[in-house]
């Protein structure tokens, strides 16, 4: 018997055998078929990626087919390869139609990031029919548009994630948007009751509500204005688009089923409730 063998006394450390060193096994991430909407945008181009570098099939929606061009050739410099569709997400038929062809060629879709968004900001007053109606569509029929046609796969695999991208400005307001706060604090209420429907089936639903994210936009804002922004964030900076990536990667893992229904602000203690 050797030293390191003898049993421990209380109060003594006991040294490890060469077997109990040994590294415990680790679990292999299983990986899945994503869809990102809006992947070719600053913050969808994080999560891509990071979904992507995590070994998951990454699928994503695009409408400008130049720009999705040029950013497929760019990320597969970058040795990433995504899976491209046409899809308007304002398009009820048009997501229907995406969602088959992604399922016929890369098999059934088990997490769904709800990213796509645009705004279009102007004060009630002076907001027309044309700006309301645009964002409403773009940013919440959206949601409805992509999750009803994906929730029936993941209903019969028995493992689901989603996740909607909201906003800081669905929980707070923002000035001269009325539209664009509506859709995204309407995010949250479709959340909270679709996690009601799926929690016994495998599938969480959550939120994730980034504060004030530098893209090229923000990048865009004049330095006197950027200051002012960044004085009121309580961390001291901008969030960037891997700040929300990484609270995908951890809404979506397989550890964070019982994670559901909740509202993950990514904001830098911008606003907190
Ligand atoms: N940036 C921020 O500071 C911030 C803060 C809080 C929340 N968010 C939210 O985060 C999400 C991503 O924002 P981002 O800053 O990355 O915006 P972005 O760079 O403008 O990207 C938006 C993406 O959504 C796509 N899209 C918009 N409407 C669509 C539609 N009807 N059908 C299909 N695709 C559509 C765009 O595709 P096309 O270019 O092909 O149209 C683009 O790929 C949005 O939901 C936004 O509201 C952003």
Redesign the pocket.
């Known amino acids: 018997m050797t030293a390191t063998s003898k049993p421990a006394k209380t109060g003594e450390i006991k040294q490890s055998t060469a077997d109990e060193k040994a590294a415990p096994p680790k679990s292999q991430p299983v990986a899945r078929v994503v869809l990102v909407?809006?992947?070719?945008?600053?913050?969808?181009t994080a999560i891509c990626k990071r979904l992507a570098q995590q070994g998951h099939v990454v699928a994503t929606?695009?409408?400008?087919e130049e720009?999705?061009g040029a950013w497929k050739r760019a990320l597969q410099k970058e040795g990433f390869t995504f899976h491209l569709y046409k899809?308007?997400?304002?398009d009820f038929e048009d997501c229907q139609k995406m969602v088959k062809a992604i399922v016929a060629e890369l098999g059934p879709i088990q997490i769904l990031v709800n990213?796509?968004?645009?705004?279009r900001d102007s004060s009630l007053r002076k907001m027309t029919h044309e700006q309301w109606q645009a964002v409403i569509?773009?940013?919440l029929d959206?949601v409805f548009n992509v999750t009803r046609p994906v929730i029936d796969y993941m209903l019969e695999s028995g493992f689901g994630r989603i996740i909607n991208?909201?906003?800081?400005n669905g929980q707070k307001g923002q000035f001269g948007q009325a539209n664009y706060a509506a859709t995204?604090a309407g995010m949250h209420g479709f959340t909270k009751a679709l996690a009601l429907e799926v929690a016994k089936k495998g599938i969480t639903v959550n939120t994730i509500s980034?504060?004030?994210?530098e893209?090229?936009?923000?990048a865009a804002v004049a330095e006197n204005i950027r200051n002012s922004i960044v004085a009121q964030i309580p961390v001291g900076r901008f969030g960037t688009?891997e700040d929300v990536a990484h609270a995908v990667s951890f809404l979506v893992a397989d550890e964070s089923g019982f994670i559901t229904g909740t509202n993950l602000a990514t904001n830098g203690g911008h606003f907190m409730e």
């Open positions: 909407t809006g992947g070719t945008g600053g913050i969808g929606t695009y409408r400008n720009k999705a899809c308007d997400v304002a990213n796509a968004g645009i705004t569509s773009s940013n959206s991208i909201s906003s800081i995204k980034p504060g004030y994210i893209t090229e936009m923000v688009p």
